[in-house]
């Protein structure tokens, strides 16, 4: 429910970045900057759930003075920022990785590692920095993939062949898989690509939430997110107050408590953190 009184009792506002936050340029709008920090002066804290990885979205944490722990990987890293204490990390098995590995290769799909800080990559998969969608990503190519595996967060395989990487979603399921947390989705930028992003179970966008708020000692009601993708289904079923922006996916627009007018490229946080403002205020 969408209302007055929800608005005046929000303590934490979580935003996605890509698509929601951020401009497709990159940048967080003028307006928002000033809302952030009037908005911190009542109490409200904010922080991120996104599917860059820690090291790719602290600019943006400085850009607002976040202090605050941050959801990366979709979950699957929450760092608090600017300290850099780890709040939670979910690794895959390595026996998962191996498997992993060995699927991507017979099914001839490139595929990444992504830690906490950087993107690792073989030669044999060189055009992967290319290929993701995960902006502001250090990328590194190694030798030895041995050497990566442990400690992988999430594990990343592209490709144009549809099926192929279909098929390789259904080998990273159960009865095949026990453990494991899958996506399939297409490319938020390129439409002839499509990715599967597998991570251990239990971490989405939801689960990070739920970890913060727990961590941060706020209720889910008292909390709202923005989102956009179809990353972000998790994150709308919490309980929290749902917001998608005008550019959202309708499948998220669907599950949202209030749809801006605006998009991200007309500062659409900002239409929102007003509203918040102006609930405060009263």
Same mark, same amino acid.
């Given at each position: 429910m969408f209302t007055k009184r929800n608005l005046q009792r929000l303590k934490l506002i979580v935003f996605d970045l890509d698509g929601t936050l951020l401009s497709d340029d990159n940048s967080i709008g003028d307006e928002t900057r000033e809302l952030v920090n009037e908005l911190k002066s009542f109490g409200v804290k904010f922080s991120f759930a996104t599917g860059r990885l820690h090291s790719a979205i602290i600019g943006h944490a400085e850009t607002l003075g976040l202090n605050n722990p941050l959801i990366s990987l979709d979950g699957s890293l929450i760092k608090n920022y600017p300290s850099g204490e780890v709040i939670f990390e979910s690794g895959i098995p390595l026996r998962h990785m191996k498997k992993a590995v060995k699927y991507a290769d017979n099914l001839l799909l490139k595929f990444a590692l992504c830690h906490g800080d950087a993107i690792y990559y073989t030669e044999l998969n060189s055009?992967?920095?290319?290929? @993701?969608?995960?902006? *502001?990503?250090?990328?590194?190519?190694?030798?030895? @993939?041995?050497?990566?595996?442990?400690?992988?967060?999430?594990?990343?395989?592209?490709?144009?062949?549809?099926?192929?990487? $279909?098929?390789f979603h259904k080998r990273m399921m159960f009865p095949y898989m026990l453990g494991i947390s899958t996506s399939f989705y297409k490319s938020h930028?390129? *439409?002839? @690509?499509?990715?599967?992003?597998?991570?251990k179970s239990g971490t989405d966008k939801g689960t990070g939430l739920k970890r913060l708020s727990k961590h941060l000692k706020i209720q889910i009601d008292e909390t709202a997110v923005m989102g956009d993708?179809?990353?972000? $289904?998790?994150?709308?079923?919490? *309980?929290? @107050?749902?917001?998608?922006v005008q550019n959202a996916v309708n499948e998220i627009k669907y599950h949202s408590n209030y749809i801006t007018k605006r998009t991200n490229n007309e500062d659409a946080a900002a239409e929102f953190l007003k509203m918040v403002l102006e609930a405060k205020k009263q």
């Open positions: 055009s992967i920095p290319d290929m @993701l969608d995960k902006f *502001g990503a250090t990328y590194v190519e190694i030798n030895d @993939l041995d050497c990566y595996l442990d400690n992988t967060l999430e594990f990343v395989v592209a490709s144009e062949m549809r099926e192929s990487v $279909r098929a930028r390129r *439409g002839d @690509l499509y990715y599967v992003e597998a991570r993708w179809y990353n972000d $289904r998790e994150l709308f079923k919490t *309980g929290a @107050l749902s917001i998608a």
